[in-house]
């Protein structure tokens, strides 16, 4: 069955640090990958998602992600983060064939101001 | 507000009752998802529409959980004698399906969160 894991459960950072959050996942097809983003109090939103082509993904607010084939994993990175991006990030993976997404567990990301 | 809306947004309820959340998708979606999610986790599957047509269901949907969408619009999940354990955030998504498409966007609703005392 396939599985996404995320490392860090809660990241804390201080404004205009730089940020990478990982996440692998575990099937050995064709998959679609996302990061999913909850303001507090909002709902989940998508952050960026990986289809086909040019592995290196960016999203909105400037995070970007890195799909490593080789690797099973899809890590995000934003290069400065400000207060506003605290929130829960979700890994998500979708067997292209399905229409489920299968979600991590979730990074709590807390930014220091 | 054209985005997915559930309703209610809170319930509670003492164990053993019945409960019943709607979720209303975005009009010109023919695609709608229910996901549970619980303390410290990622939403988790629970089944999913295609129109009216319930294609898919996960082992995490017991005998006491039925969903429905009958005019293949708003769907309905209700949970029939409710546990404690049952007491979670229940998210609806909704995308456009069409063939030849291999992904179309979910997208999410507020949810409901289900309290069982």
């Known amino acids: 069955a396939q599985s996404v894991s995320q490392h860090n459960h809660h990241v804390i950072l201080s404004e205009a640090a730089s940020l990478e959050l990982g996440c692998n996942y575990s099937y050995g097809g064709t998959v679609n990958l996302f990061w999913y983003v909850q303001y507090p109090g909002q709902h989940l939103q998508l952050l960026l998602k990986y289809f086909s082509g040019d592995p290196l993904v960016k999203g909105i607010k400037g995070f970007e992600a890195e799909f490593i084939k080789s690797k099973f994993s899809f890590n995000l990175r934003k290069p400065s983060v400000q207060w506003s991006d605290t929130a829960e990030y979700f890994c998500?993976?979708?067997?292209?064939?399905?229409?489920?997404?299968?979600f991590g567990s979730g990074t709590r990301l807390s930014i220091r101001p | 507000d054209t985005g997915v809306s559930q309703d209610p947004r809170h319930k509670i309820t003492k164990r053993g009752q019945n409960v019943t959340f709607r979720c209303d998708p975005i009009?010109?979606?023919?695609?709608l998802y229910w996901y549970r999610q619980t303390l410290g986790q990622g939403p988790e599957f629970l089944t999913y529409f295609q129109n009216e047509a319930q294609l898919e269901k996960s082992r995490l949907l017991s005998d006491r959980f039925s969903a429905e969408r009958p005019k293949g619009s708003f769907s309905t999940l209700e949970i029939q004698r409710t546990e404690q354990g049952d007491s979670a955030m229940y998210l609806c998504a909704s995308s456009l399906g069409a063939s030849g498409l291999s992904y179309n966007e979910q997208f999410f609703g507020p949810g409901t969160r289900l309290t069982v005392l």
């Open positions: 009009s010109e979606h023919n695609r």
């Open positions: 998500a993976v979708k067997v292209s064939s399905a229409s489920k997404i299968i």
